[in-house]
């Protein structure tokens, strides 16, 4: 293979396309995958759009505001860059997150016209995310057509959840149309339980784990045996914890009653509980967790939305700790997990019933290991990486060609 700018290829490339964000990163094609440059286009849609470039040597971001007014528009702009930095002829495949697999896809497959049917016709379960990630798939199969294209499944880790946990209380019929609850961000279950496996005492893995991914959309895993046995998130990842602009789960009744009194239809719900909620629309000032614990002091509104967030995702932990039968380990992770010691202070408040006691000085160094010497559950801190994730199941696909 010929030398590029980010040394020898064959690589992998791997897309993330959030609701407003496009995550995007080039790895070296060895097992394990090695991370080459990864780039993050934000505020997609809006027109200061940001596209973030972080290189795999040097972890310096160089950041430039630039229109982009959809995720196809940003995926081109990234290929005509790709091809002038490594040559897409040195790109060996294309990895991407597809946050919904419904009830057809339990693993990592490669695209195929089929796929694409089935993912267009599942579209509605959850069109935050759906639609944009066909879009990227269909902007690199018209780019380079032919190309080794693989959909990596957030709903996957989940897939075997057990059928109690599954089935909705809703008029049986609707369990044979698909409406079940699926769980999400399994990409990064995946990835969390391969670092526990790692960096984890001996048989910590198998043990009784929660899973807290918190980011801008948040979840939290009781995984036992290595198996994802109840999640906070259901039918769509608009459910669970309150996140970012997302409600989470509320009482089905509110759909009716405004409705009822202020004529609201579907489209406008939506939006509601998928934009305009959670900490955003709690604290009227930022869905960004940095931006209220910066303003919780002076500001009610910002104190009762991180107050809001903690209270339920201890709620979480207590009820998947039920489920498990108790906690031997609890993992914090994504962007708030990972980065808000404050937040994980007040997550793991008064959880001494539980075994869960964090060092505050560990906390707020934000050590890899945050419980006290004689805790009883050990709480650690793993930084999450669903790219890599991506990038480990196409190299295993490609190995299986
Ligand atoms: N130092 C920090 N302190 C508090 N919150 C942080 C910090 N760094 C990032 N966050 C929060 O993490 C969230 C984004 O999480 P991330 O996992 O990066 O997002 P995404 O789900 O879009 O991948 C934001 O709410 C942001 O405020
Ligand atoms: C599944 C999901 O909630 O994804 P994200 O956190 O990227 O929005
Ligand atoms: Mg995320």
């Given at each position: 293979m010929a030398q590029t700018a980010f040394g020898p290829g064959p690589f992998i490339l791997t897309v993330n396309g959030g609701s407003s964000s496009l995550k995007v990163a080039l790895f070296r094609d060895e097992n394990p995958p090695v991370s080459m440059v990864r780039c993050l286009f934000s505020r997609i849609g809006f027109p200061d759009s940001l596209m973030t470039v972080v290189s795999g040597t040097t972890k310096k971001p160089e950041s430039r505001t630039l229109a982009v007014p959809d995720h196809a528009a940003g995926?081109?702009?990234?290929?005509?860059?790709?091809?002038?930095?490594?040559?897409?002829?040195?790109?060996?495949?294309?990895?991407?997150r597809v946050v919904h697999g419904g009830v057809t896809y339990s693993r990592p497959e490669r695209v195929t016209p089929d796929m694409l049917a089935e993912l267009r016709r599942i579209s509605p379960y959850d069109p935050e995310h759906l639609p944009s990630e066909i879009s990227l798939i269909?902007?690199?199969?018209?780019?380079?057509?032919?190309?080794?294209?693989?959909?990596?499944?957030?709903?996957?880790?989940?897939?075997?959840?057990?059928?109690?946990?599954?089935?909705?209380?809703?008029?049986?019929?609707?369990?044979a149309q698909g409406l079940r609850r699926y769980g999400f961000h399994g990409l990064s279950c995946a990835f969390l339980m391969r670092e526990l496996t790692r960096v984890g005492k001996t048989g910590e893995a198998d043990g009784r784990i929660i899973l807290a991914h918190l980011g801008n959309g948040a979840s939290m895993t009781a995984v036992r045996r290595g198996r994802s046995i109840e999640t906070t998130m259901g039918f769509t990842p608009t459910s669970g914890l309150p996140m970012s602009r997302r409600s989470g789960d509320l009482d089905p009744g509110i759909i009716a009653y405004l409705a009822r009194t202020e004529g609201m239809d579907v489209e406008r719900f939506h939006r509601m509980v998928n934009a305009e909620s959670g900490l955003l629309g709690v604290s009227e000032l930022s869905p960004d967790m940095r931006d209220l614990l910066a303003q919780e002091a002076r500001d009610p509104r910002a104190a009762e939305a991180v107050a809001l967030f903690c209270y339920h995702a201890r709620k979480a932990v207590g009820a998947l700790a039920a489920t498990l039968g108790g906690l031997d380990t609890l993992v914090f992770s994504g962007g708030i997990g990972e980065h808000a010691a404050p937040v994980r202070a007040r997550i793991c408040e008064?959880?001494?019933?539980?075994?869960?006691?964090?060092?505050?000085?560990?906390?707020?160094?934000?050590?890899?290991?945050?419980?006290?010497?004689?805790?009883?559950?050990?709480?650690?801190?793993?930084?999450?990486?669903?790219?890599?994730?991506?990038?480990?199941?196409?190299?295993e696909l490609l190995g299986m060609e």
């Open positions: 995926m081109d702009l990234l290929m005509h860059w790709l091809e002038q930095a490594v040559g897409l002829g040195n790109i060996r495949a294309v990895g991407h269909e902007a690199v199969g018209r780019r380079c057509p032919g190309l080794f294209q693989a959909a990596c499944f957030d709903t996957a880790f989940h897939h075997d959840l057990p059928r109690v946990a599954a089935l909705l209380p809703i008029p049986r019929r609707y369990d008064s959880m001494e019933f539980l075994g869960i006691t964090i060092d505050p000085r560990r906390n707020q160094a934000g050590e890899p290991v945050l419980s006290r010497q004689d805790g009883q559950v050990t709480v650690r801190l793993i930084p999450t990486d669903e790219e890599t994730e991506i990038a480990r199941s196409v190299h």
